[in-house]
T-cell receptor, first 114, second 115 residues
Framework: GAVVSQHPSRVICKSGTSVKIECRSL??????MFWYRQFPKQSLMLMATSNEGSKATYEQGVEKDKFLINHASLTLSTLTVTSAHPEDSSFYIC??????????FGQGTRLTVV | GNSVTQMEGPVTLSEEAFLTINCTYT??????LFWYVQYPGEGLQLLLKATKADDKGSNKGFEATYRKETTSFHLEKGSVQVSDSAVYFC??????????????FGRGTSLIVHP
């Protein structure tokens, strides 16, 4: 199956700093990428959808200036958490779609803000 | 809008027991249906899929049949193993090819298998 690589898998940062998470589709071109935040007890919250070369579409309640998404190429999207605070600590997951209906997921990034 | 409803967990079973995790959906068109599995500390992995009515998706002993008449896509396995312990997500997606067809996920069902 298609492979999506997400990096880093874990990151600890100080409050007030910024963190960048990368999501790469390794063996297919990702026309659309999705960023999720996963809360305790499993539920996935869609944060934004991005198409290559255009601005991301953010879900209601997600701050665009705080969660910067760049989908610069058909194989790479990045999520930057700016001025991170402890309440931003969470598990962030990206997924990507190519030519089919299914989405393939990265391994996730555990962000801890101290 | 689209939605996916799956049974609340956790589901706790003994090894070699039969597994069913129920999933029903509502959709405006003709969606593709999926089951994803998430092991602790990892992202989601596509387990199986079905793209049209009456299709059966299967993988690693798991299977699910796309039932349009009951709008269901229940996940089953005849004999579970301890290594199947994970969270299972039912999902749907409409549209083929590129475009912002956003997948819709259920809330996930935790499966715990005891030796």
């Amino acid at each position: 199956g298609a492979v999506v690589s997400q990096h880093p898998s874990r990151v600890i940062c100080k409050s007030g700093t910024s963190v960048k998470i990368e999501c790469r589709s390794l063996d297919f071109q990702a026309t659309t990428m999705f960023w999720y935040r996963q809360f305790p007890k499993q539920s996935l919250m869609l944060m934004a959808t991005s198409n290559e070369g255009s601005k991301a579409t953010y879900e209601q309640g997600v701050e665009k200036d705080k969660f910067l998404i760049n989908h610069a190429s058909l194989t790479l999207s990045t999520l930057t958490v700016t001025s991170a605070h402890p309440e931003d600590s969470s598990f962030y997951i990206c997924s990507a779609r190519g030519g089919g209906p299914e989405a393939f997921f990265g391994q996730g990034t555990r962000l801890t803000v101290v | 809008g689209n939605s996916v409803t799956q049974m609340e967990g956790p589901v706790t079973l003994s090894e070699e027991a039969f597994l069913t995790i129920n999933c029903t959906y509502t959709a405006t068109g003709y969606p593709s249906l999926f089951w994803y599995v998430q092991y602790p500390g990892e992202g989601l992995q596509l387990l199986l899929k079905a793209t049209k009515a009456d299709d059966k998706g299967s993988n690693k002993g798991f299977e699910a049949t796309y039932r349009k008449e009951t709008t269901s896509f229940h996940l089953e396995k005849g004999s579970v193993q301890v290594s199947d312990s994970a969270v299972y997500f039912c999902a749907l997606s409409e549209g083929q090819g590129g475009g912002s067809y956003i997948p819709t996920f259920g809330r996930g069902t935790s499966l715990i298998v005891h030796p």
